[in-house]
């Protein structure tokens, strides 16, 4: 029985998940948004918020911390110098995970999990404006139009002209 068991295995051994969630985190610090598997997404969480929050205090230690856990220097570089002038105020949540269709071939819930302070479109403060097409379509007769046809016979009669 697994009473009290708070970490999901994701079906591998120890040594495998760590380097798993390594991998994962430096994909999302780099590229701000991935896209996985939600049980993946959940455990990621867990993983890199605490990495996020080490990120905030720029020393020497803070950084060695963080390397141990994704071993990849220039994604330390980039936590450090990118995301945490963006989180610098947040005091918390700095991912955001949203749930996309079922993967088809096994049917697993996939989502995309991304930074919080790089998406552009949900900030707050900004509002797109939607526009939508004010014409209308006519039915029945189409009129002619009288104005049209005038420059139809004008540009009909330069073109005579140069013929000649």
């Not at 991998?23 to 918020?49: D, F, G």
């Amino acid at each position: 029985m697994r009473h009290g068991k708070k970490i999901n295995h994701l079906g591998r051994t120890a040594s495998h998940r760590k380097a798993l969630l390594a991998n994962m985190a430096s994909s999302l610090i780099l590229h701000k948004r991935i896209t996985t598997t939600l049980a993946k997404a959940k455990a990621l969480k867990k993983y890199v918020e605490p990495l996020l929050t080490k990120a905030k205090n720029d020393s020497m230690h803070a950084r060695r911390t963080v390397f141990a856990y994704v071993q990849d220097k220039e994604v330390v570089k980039e936590l450090f110098d990118v995301v945490a002038d963006k989180i610098a105020d947040r005091p918390g949540g700095y991912t955001r995970i949203i749930k996309l269709a079922n993967r088809l071939g096994d049917n697993a819930e996939i989502c995309m999990m991304e930074l919080v302070d790089f998406n552009t479109i949900m900030q707050k403060g900004t509002t797109i404006k939607k526009t939508t097409r004010r014409s209308r379509r006519k039915g029945g007769k189409k009129s002619e139009d009288t104005t049209a046809t005038p420059e139809v016979q004008a540009s009909t009669e330069t073109v005579d002209e140069t013929k000649e």
